[in-house]
């Protein structure tokens, strides 16, 4: 993929200021496109919009396929006559700053089921018949999807106040040598699919046909938490096209093992006859932890994927490739080989190096998709060969400049040593602390060496750092939200390693102000990045229904 230079800012949906406990597709979404039309920014990046999963990550989504409902509009939906003032009338008193799952998810849903029934009850025939169209043109996922979700919801409800039951028994005595207590329970109780019965689990044909008339209704309700998703999703996406801005959406090499990819698919992936992995992916001892990092997603029988002409892939990129422009794969050095930890490991230290798919997987992309905007994740160990399929196949890598300023001059993370332009420069990620954080608590080594190399004080850490991306060689610069707000550690999206805590941060309303939109603007300028439509174009505006 060929960049042209450009520069953008990283913030993902649930960052948007709402009075509903988590940003959404709604007005926020409009006014933050606004603010990079204003600042003439041509990148908007995000984190992958899939159903989060465990730890609230959506890293650990429920599928790889499907939206996250919870970044449903209830504003739009009131627009679109789905709810009403009353449904809205009384809001919890949520937190501004942060989200707070256990209180939004149960909020949320309601409404949602509201404005189900209310579809039901109230739909006309074409905007019923929309929504049937939009169930078959996805049925190769949402049908599995729809009734992974109902399914679960369901276990856990039936299990909710019963304790100890055989069936618990049973799971805890068969994962008593690789789970602790606590995981056992939160398995059980959270209904991971291989806790269900046998035969569901399995998927077994009678058995999905029992499970899918006994919950027809809350399967369609599912389907429609799609549908609405994707209908404003593609709204936020034509006001970013209208406005000149490129959508970097985001995929994680790995599945989660809680999802209706394995649960659907499991002869993709490296499983026993039980629906356990054999051995589970992570990272190795790097800057991000000491033991390394267990991620616990079940590994892929890339045999098997090949033996199939990598279809799944060519089925996932492309259904990527409907929602945003281009896509940035998470640990792209997992293609060339990956880390395999056995099953029931504590931590990530006990693995060894496997071989990946290589360039096979990306030549039977390009065949079924043509040539590929795909940004290679390329940060930890990078070795020669992962080099070699990268640059292979042109893909633009990345470089983080916070990682810049130690081991003295020779750092590859430093502008001056960058060997090509091909590349995606950030201040930061998502898995970093905020600049501001990260000099604040850097060693002072370190933060002497951020200070000579540009000449600062030190005291606009964030900007320094955001001007200095906007600079360099790298044809795409993109810097974290929470650097253009010049925010501390306490707006640290993600630790690397760390359980609880993460995925949590929102900027307040009225954060996003004309001067910083106008330290974009000139900092894009400088950097020769300006490339944005001299006007921004507002989006149409809906009446409400009565």
Not at 100 to 122: C, H, M, N, Q, W
């Amino acid at each position: 993929m060929a960049l042209q230079r450009a520069s953008g800012v990283l913030a993902h949906p649930t960052m948007f200021p709402s009075r509903y406990g988590i940003g959404d597709l709604g007005q926020a979404a409009e006014d933050f496109v606004a603010f990079l039309a204003r600042g003439k920014q041509t990148l908007w990046q995000v984190l992958p919009l899939n159903p989060t999963g465990f730890g609230d990550s959506p890293y650990q989504s429920f599928s790889t396929f499907a939206g996250n409902q919870l970044l449903v509009s209830p504003d739009t939906l009131l627009a679109d006559g789905l709810l009403t003032e009353e449904d809205l009338a009384d809001i919890p008193d949520f937190p501004e700053d942060s989200v707070d799952y256990g209180e939004v998810i149960p909020y949320k849903t309601a409404l949602l089921r509201k404005a189900f029934s209310r579809f039901e009850e109230t739909a006309s025939r074409a905007q019923k018949m929309t929504f049937t169209r939009f169930c078959n043109e996805n049925a190769d996922w949402l049908d599995g999807y729809a009734l992974f979700v109902a399914l679960k919801f369901h276990f856990i409800r039936e299990r909710e106040n019963t304790f100890h039951s055989p069936e618990y028994k049973a799971y805890a005595v068969r994962y008593k040598k690789r789970l602790t207590k606590s995981q056992i329970d939160e398995y059980f109780y959270g209904a991971v699919w291989h806790s269900w019965p046998a035969d569901i689990a399995a998927r077994e044909p009678k058995a999905v046909a029992q499970w899918s008339k006994k919950l027809a209704d809350d399967i369609r309700f599912e389907k429609f938490c799609q549908y609405l998703f994707f209908t404003q999703w593609a709204g936020i996406r034509a006001l970013a096209a209208r406005n000149g801005i490129r959508i970097i959406g985001d995929i994680p090499i790995f599945v989660a093992l809680d999802s209706a990819d394995v649960w659907c698919d499991r002869d993709l992936f490296l499983l026993d006859e039980n629906g356990d992995p054999t051995s589970v992916a992570g990272v190795p001892p790097d800057y991000f932890s000491a033991t390394g990092q267990l991620w616990g997603n079940p590994l892929y029988d890339w045999d098997a994927h090949a033996q199939t002409d990598y279809a799944w892939w060519i089925r996932r990129v492309r259904a990527a490739l409907r929602v945003t422009d281009e896509i940035r794969i998470d640990h792209f050095r997992g293609f060339e080989s990956y880390w395999d930890i056995p099953y029931g490991s504590k931590n990530a230290m006990r693995g060894q190096w496997a071989k990946g798919p290589g360039v096979s997987l990306f030549d039977a992309l390009r065949e079924a998709l043509g040539d590929l905007p795909i940004i290679a994740e390329d940060l930890g160990i990078i070795t020669p060969a992962v080099e070699e399929l990268r640059d292979g196949l042109g893909l633009p890598g990345m470089k983080v400049l916070q990682f810049g300023f130690d081991a003295g001059t020779k750092n590859l993370n430093m502008p001056h040593n960058f060997k090509t332009n091909n590349l995606v420069v950030y201040t930061g990620t998502h898995d970093n602390d905020t600049t501001l954080g990260w000099y604040a608590g850097t060693d002072a080594l370190v933060s002497d060496q951020f200070r000579r190399y540009m000449n600062v004080s030190g005291e606009g850490a964030s900007w320094d750092l955001i001007r200095l991306a906007f600079l360099s060689i790298a044809n795409y610069a993109v810097t974290p939200v929470q650097d253009v707000l010049s925010l501390g550690s306490d707006a640290r999206m993600n630790a690397p390693g760390i359980a609880v805590g993460n995925w949590q941060f929102r900027y307040l309303p009225d954060a996003l102000t004309d001067d910083l939109a106008d330290a974009l603007a000139y900092a894009a300028a400088l950097g020769d990045r300006n490339l944005a439509l001299e006007e921004p174009v507002p989006a149409p505006k809906k009446k409400a229904k009565r």
